[in-house]
């Protein structure tokens, strides 16, 4: 029913291609981080000034994307990228990690949050009252109906991504339609006729972490990088792209700056509902919020609004992350059944359906400790990615845009630094995550170099 010649067509327009950036950006992140962040820095000045902080780190790297897309036009990503500049093996292991914690573990977090947020109407599917299984600290397992919920709603979206992109496209533009109108009438109206307070904002919190502030600014970067990820979205399926020197720069500039605009407002507004001290740990924050601006009859509409625009963000994911192991296993570099693309629906399948496995394990992992093995990863092989730019930019024919040559090499230079310096903070503070990050790296070398090595063919097409 299969075959490995059939390939994905050019489908996808600008519209389609922005609403997989909104939805990959606005999803758990947003929805979830902030009552992490009032404990962890315990001002209302540094929570607002890491989300503008995390927004200029998303913008630099998508115009520095924008770049690598342009050149590169196949589908991939950071894979295509990395192996051009630096290798089979670190192409491999970006696409191997991307498995994990660039999709299988967002999506985990993006259904778990979307339970929580349940736990509003039904206070059984809260993520506090999963019960412990095994292990304890980074490695620690829970299991709970929260944890059930958060699976079939995985194993919906993976059946529908199996039936077709254009369908799931079609439902990806209605959900980010709908997620993206929620947020705004949300912000208007608690501005508006929210029952909130100017005072909260020169309030402060008792801080839950006793690591400095400077370095614990850079370790909680690591919760905003996993909430503003996804502005690299639409280059993972550029192959499927039409026009895509056009439609890729476009796509992720304009997702980009949309987002973080949503962002800033959103978090400006949920300080001014609710005091800081309040916040702490809450990981539906949006429901509190909504509980305190509008009292809880018509916070129940804007807690199951928020919970179903959490089902753009596992849509956009479930679509985008088996386009990198298509486009991996196509040149030989991953397992070859991922390459096969089904002749009627032209969708790789058992892509899709390995995903969805490994998300439905990953759900059983804590909350917080998804958040920060997702934004170590993601930023670690984003930054090598962005490096990979001053190795590309000095060959002959390279295509330059102007918005990173603009006072080079200024953009991705000041991505790459503040990722590195949250990598090193992370490795040093939060050494247990930290551990299973490593652990998964280097359990990608080795598949590589003792599976996949002897039969990569060839390296990707520029």
Not at 134 to 155: D, H, M, R, T, Y
Not at 427 to 439: D, Y
Request: glycine share 10%.
């Amino acid at each position: 029913m299969t075959s490995r010649n059939t390939t994905l067509l050019r489908q996808l327009g600008i519209v389609s291609a922005t609403a997989l950036v909104v939805s990959n950006m606005i999803g758990g992140g947003i929805l979830t981080t902030t009552g992490y962040l009032a404990g962890d820095l315990g001002s209302v000045k540094l929570v607002l000034l890491i989300w503008g902080v995390g927004a200029l780190c998303a913008l630099a790297g998508a115009f520095c994307y924008s770049e690598l897309g342009v050149n590169f036009p196949s589908s991939g990503g950071e894979y295509v990228y990395l192996t051009q500049a630096f290798g089979p093996t670190w192409g491999f292991m970006t696409g191997w990690v991307s498995f994990f914690a660039g999709f299988s573990a967002p999506i985990a977090a993006a259904a778990l949050a979307f339970s929580d947020y349940f736990g509003h109407f039904v206070p059984a599917f809260k993520l506090e009252n999963a019960r412990h299984i095994a292990g304890s600290g980074a490695w620690e397992f829970k299991l709970g109906v929260a944890q059930i919920l958060a699976c079939s709603l995985v194993a919906v979206f993976t059946i529908l991504n199996c039936l077709g992109v254009q369908r799931a496209a079609r439902v990806q533009n209605v959900l980010t339609s709908m997620k993206v109108l929620v947020i705004l009438v949300f912000i208007v109206a608690g501005f508006s006729f929210g029952n909130g307070s100017w005072d909260n904002f020169s309030q402060t919190a008792v801080r839950t972490s006793s690591t400095s502030i400077f370095s614990q600014f850079f370790v909680s970067l690591l919760f905003i990088y996993f909430a503003y990820s996804g502005w690299n979205a639409a280059t993972y399926v550029a192959e499927e792209l039409k026009h895509p020197a056009r439609t890729l720069p476009l796509s992720l500039a304009c997702g980009t700056i949309l987002v973080a605009a949503l962002f800033i407002a959103l978090n400006v507004l949920f300080v001014y509902a609710v005091p800081l001290e309040q916040m702490k740990g809450v990981v539906a924050i949006g429901a509190l919020a909504a509980t305190h601006l509008f009292g809880p009859a018509v916070a129940g509409f804007f807690s199951a609004a928020m919970m179903l625009s959490l089902l753009a963000t596992i849509n956009a994911m479930v679509t985008i992350g088996p386009r990198v192991y298509y486009a991996m296993a196509k040149n030989g570099a991953f397992f070859a059944a991922a390459a096969k693309v089904h002749p009627r629906w032209r969708t790789p399948v058992i892509a899709i359906v390995c995903q969805g496995i490994c998300t439905m394990l990953m759900t059983m992992s804590p909350f917080v400790n998804l958040l920060l093995y997702i934004g170590l990863l993601l930023n670690f092989f984003a930054v090598m990615s962005v490096i990979s730019l001053f190795i590309f930019r000095r060959r002959q024919g390279w295509q330059k845009l102007g918005v990173v040559s603009f006072a080079y090499p200024l953009v991705p230079a000041f991505f790459a630094a503040v990722g590195i310096w949250m990598t090193i903070l992370a490795i040093r503070l939060r050494p247990g995550v930290s551990g299973i990050a490593a652990l998964t790296v280097a359990a990608g070398a080795l598949v590589y170099h003792f599976r996949i090595r002897q039969k990569a063919g060839y390296v990707p097409r520029a």
